[in-house]
DNA sequence: CGGAGTTTTGATTAGCGTCAAACACTGTGG
DNA sequence: CCACAGTGTTTGACGCTAATCAAAACTCCG
């Protein structure tokens, strides 16, 4: 509900660049030769306060957003008030790949740190998928993405237990943010409550807990302030994995 | 491996008329006056028996496919070799919608019951998307209506009991067939073994066989031959909510 | 230093898995 | 028509995973 600080407004320099990867470098600067006749989509810059909801299920969204820079996560709300969270955001993803052709969506996105994103119009945005074929190649290459981490993800929650649950969480996590070089020695930023990883997992905080204490007890990982360290990465890897 | 006889090769007459719902309808016959340009996609069909594995995960898929008539499933196997049943599919699906953009796609497909398919030329396919704007909207509210169910899955399975997600899974898939006017006096055709049933909803079969005489026995469901009929729907539906 | 949010720990219990055996259903060949 | 095999379902006994409840400890920030 509380309107965004004025800082988080200002224009956001990295964006639509370099860091966030290979899809918002196709959308803002189309790069096949046909796609001269379509301009690359408008857009406008917006921020988030962590803990902030900023898209809410059903609400009519007024563009296609685009995170640039800090965590956020895509949920759903059950009748009787509890949370699923169905995927984690991380710069340069897209807030719900197939929400792009869509103007309402079925979930809510909440930011984990104070965020910024990138809203494009959707009409521009529709347009150059349709007109550049380089753009409608990356649109399908990203909406195929995200249905095999749906598929991952429903294999783990039906079959898998808690311990292999959080670990495949932590690992896919590192290997996101290896793609984005933001995993130093092992160690990355985590801004996860455990909250959070239980309502990913399907388990109870308490539950998540226990599970992390038995990891740091193995010697797999270890939390300092909002970073974690894989200390035994093989092994991790077998754990969720195994069975 | 079986080839399939040769009754299941013959034309499909019922195909791409009317049966199949909206999505064969639009793609076999262009319907905005601007599609001229894109000719139909070029469809050939086919036919698998019962247990048939027809597609397998990450072998090329020569073309997007399209259930014409009987059931299959979409699934995924664990490194272990258990089963997770990410969707079943009813006559007039796509096999994946978002396969229809790829050459392999992560899961495999088996039939269910006898089944005729029809593989449509992708080429000519994802032209008839970018060139016919009635189409490329049909194909992305089906993404969209995939997407859905996926996040759906995710729920259930992370959140809900055993009880919770065979009831919902008997719902869900009464209310498609009901759309295929497939259903007569809260019965319809029920063609899954328990093994099914606990694959998809990530339970075991024994358990599965006990929450069904549970339901039988609170006068919920009847299962005569393959077909289920529902004898207490709202009761039925309060179950799939409930907590 | 106070207070809210978060994590940890312990005790108990519910839900579902596992194992094993019995039972039912269907189609096959004698 | 029966015997039999193969597949699928039901039932019981028991054990394990994770939920629940409750309280304590710890962290972060104002």
Redesign the interface.
């Known amino acids: 509900m509380g309107q965004p600080a004025t800082a988080l407004d200002s224009p956001c320099t990295t964006c639509s660049v370099r860091e966030l990867g290979v899809c918002s470098t196709v959308l803002s600067r189309p790069v096949s030769p046909a796609a001269s006749a379509a301009p690359a989509p408008r857009q406008q810059h917006r921020g988030a306060r962590a803990r902030q909801t900023f898209y809410r299920a059903n609400d009519a969204m007024d563009g296609a957003s685009l995170l640039c820079r800090g965590w956020g996560f895509a949920f759903?709300i059950?009748?009787?008030g509890?949370r699923?969270i169905?995927s984690f955001l991380l710069p340069g993803d897209f807030i719900?790949t197939?929400g792009v052709?869509?103007e309402r969506?079925?979930?809510s996105v909440q930011a984990l740190t104070d965020v910024r994103y990138c809203a494009y119009d959707r009409t521009d945005l529709?347009n150059c998928i349709?007109t550049d074929?380089k753009v409608?190649d990356k649109f399908?290459?990203l909406?195929?993405a995200?249905?095999?981490e749906?598929?991952e993800?429903?294999?783990d929650?039906?079959?898998?237990t808690a311990d292999q649950r959080v670990a495949r969480l932590i690992l896919s996590l590192m290997t996101r943010l290896s793609v984005r070089k933001q995993v130093r020695d092992n160690a990355f930023e985590f801004p996860l409550r455990q909250q959070h990883i239980a309502d990913?997992?399907?388990v109870t905080p308490v539950h998540v807990s226990r599970v992390f204490t038995a990891f740091r007890n193995a010697g797999l990982i270890e939390i300092k302030g909002r970073f974690l360290k894989v200390l035994n990465l093989p092994e991790l890897r077998r754990i969720s994995?195994a069975?």
Chains 1, 2 share one sequence.
Request: charged fraction near 30%.
């Open positions: 759903s059950l009748p009787d509890r699923q169905l719900s197939v052709l869509k969506v079925g979930v529709i349709r074929s409608f399908s290459e909406c195929n995200e249905r095999d749906a598929n993800m429903v294999a929650l039906g079959r898998r990913a997992t399907g994995n069975r």
